[in-house]
C-alpha cells in the first residue's frame, strides 16, 4: 500500500535539535502510529468514543481503580481545569513562587480559573509543610482569599524531584487543614524514572487528590489529561471542562496518544532517556570551567550559570532559553529524541565558546 499523498511540505530540518525545551520535539513513531491506528471511520464525538473508554482502562491500571481522566489539549488547561474542579469561587491556591501555574500560564488559573495564588519562596522549587504554613492561615477570614488547595509540580520546574514521603508528609499536611493536593504532572514520567517507581506511588498512593497528567513532553503530538484520584473530593468535572473550552469533539486522538504513552511502557522509555541524556550532559558540563550547574539534575532539566556573553553565541548555534538573564542563569531541556551525540556536539560548543 502506497502511503497517503499530501500538498504539505517539510519546513524544517528534522537533523537541527535544541536545549529549549522538550516540547520542541516531535510526536514518537509509536505514538502517530496510534493516531492513525484510531483514524478512519466514524467514532462518537465529545469522548463517548471507544478510545476514551479503553483510558479509563489504562489510566486506572496506573494510578488505581478509582481513578478516572479527563483528557483535555494542553497542560495549562489541565491545570486550570482541575484546580477549579477542587475550589469554591473564593478559593485558593498555595504554591511555589516558581511554579509553571504562577510564572508560565499568562495569568491563566487566577483570570480564566478565578482562582488566587498564595506563592511561598521555594529555594529548590519543592514545598515543604513548613512552607505551606506561610500561608495556609486565615480559613474564616472573609477579607482573605481562603487556602483552599495546596498545588505541587513533579518534577518541579527548577528540575528537581520530590521522593514519595516528601508527598505524603505534604497530603497529610495539607488535609490536616481541610485543604486539597493538586500535583502538576507534565513531567511526572520523568520523576518516577528517576525514583524507578510506578507514577502511583508519587500520586494517590501518597494521597494526592487530583493530578494533571502530562503526554506532550514525553512524546504526545498533544493533550494531556485531568484525572480525578479522589473523587470525593471534585464534581461536575465535565461541565468544568467544557467551560474553560477543553472539551475535544473528536476526542479519540487526543485518548489514543495517551494509551500509546501509558498501555505498555513507553512514557518509562521515553522519560527515562531523556533523563540520561540530561545526566550525559550535566556529566560534561561539570568538565567545563567557569559553567555552574546551579541544581541537582533529577529529571531532564539542566539549570547552568554561565557568562551572559557566551549564552549569547552559544544559542545562535543551539536554542535555549535564559532562565534569568540579568545572573546568567540558562536552561537546558533534553527529550525523548535527544540523542548522544546532539549531546556531545552541545558540549563542544559550550566548551569552544567558553575558551573564546
Not at 498545588?151 to 516528601?166: D, F, K, N
Amino acid at each position: 500500500m502506497n502511503p497517503p499523498k499530501t500538498d504539505a511540505r517539510r519546513h524544517h530540518d528534522p537533523e537541527v535539535r535544541g536545549f529549549a525545551s522538550d516540547n520542541y520535539a516531535g510526536a514518537h513513531p509509536e505514538v502517530l502510529a496510534a493516531l492513525a491506528l484510531a483514524n478512519g471511520g466514524h467514532q462518537v464525538a465529545y469522548g463517548e468514543d471507544a478510545y476514551t473508554d479503553n483510558l479509563q482502562q489504562v489510566i486506572r491500571s496506573h494510578f488505581g481503580p478509582t481513578a478516572e481522566a479527563f483528557p483535555v489539549f494542553n497542560g495549562t488547561g489541565a491545570n486550570v481545569v482541575a484546580l477549579q474542579a477542587v475550589t469554591d469561587r473564593w478559593g485558593a491556591v498555595i504554591c511555589a513562587e516558581s511554579a509553571h501555574i504562577n510564572v508560565d500560564e499568562c495569568g491563566a488559573p487566577e483570570r480564566v480559573g478565578g482562582l488566587k495564588l498564595l506563592t511561598v519562596p521555594a529555594p529548590d522549587g519543592k514545598l515543604t509543610p513548613e512552607l505551606i504554613d506561610r500561608q495556609a492561615y486565615g480559613w474564616d477570614d472573609e477579607h482573605r482569599a481562603m487556602p483552599q488547595v495546596v498545588s505541587i509540580a513533579q518534577a518541579t520546574e527548577l528540575g528537581t524531584v520530590y521522593t514519595p514521603e516528601e508527598i505524603r508528609a505534604l497530603c497529610e499536611h495539607a488535609h490536616a487543614h481541610g485543604m486539597k493536593v493538586h500535583l502538576d504532572g507534565s513531567r511526572l514520567a520523568n520523576a518516577a524514572a528517576t525514583l524507578n517507581v510506578p507514577m502511583r506511588t508519587l500520586t494517590n498512593a501518597a494521597g494526592v487528590d487530583i493530578l494533571s497528567l502530562g503526554g506532550t513532553k514525553n512524546g504526545a503530538l498533544f493533550g494531556e489529561a485531568v484525572v480525578v484520584l479522589n473523587r470525593d473530593a471534585v464534581s461536575h468535572m465535565k461541565h468544568l471542562r467544557k467551560l474553560s473550552m477543553q472539551l475535544a469533539s473528536k476526542m479519540r486522538f487526543v485518548s489514543v496518544q495517551l494509551e500509546a504513552l501509558l498501555a505498555r511502557d513507553l512514557w518509562l522509555r521515553n522519560a527515562g532517556h531523556a533523563n540520561e541524556m540530561a545526566q550525559r550532559l550535566a556529566e560534561g558540563v561539570r568538565a567545563v570551567h567557569g559553567v555552574e550547574i546551579l541544581y541537582p539534575v533529577q529529571a531532564n532539566a539542566v539549570f547552568a550559570r554561565l557568562p551572559h556573553d557566551v549564552s549569547e553565541r552559544l544559542q545562535k548555534r543551539f536554542r535555549f532559553y535564559f532562565w534569568d538573564e540579568a545572573a546568567g542563569d540558562v536552561r537546558w531541556m533534553c527529550a525523548f529524541d535527544t540523542t548522544e551525540d546532539d549531546v556531545d556536539a552541545f558540549l563542544a560548543a559550550l566548551k569552544e565558546e567558553m575558551a573564546r
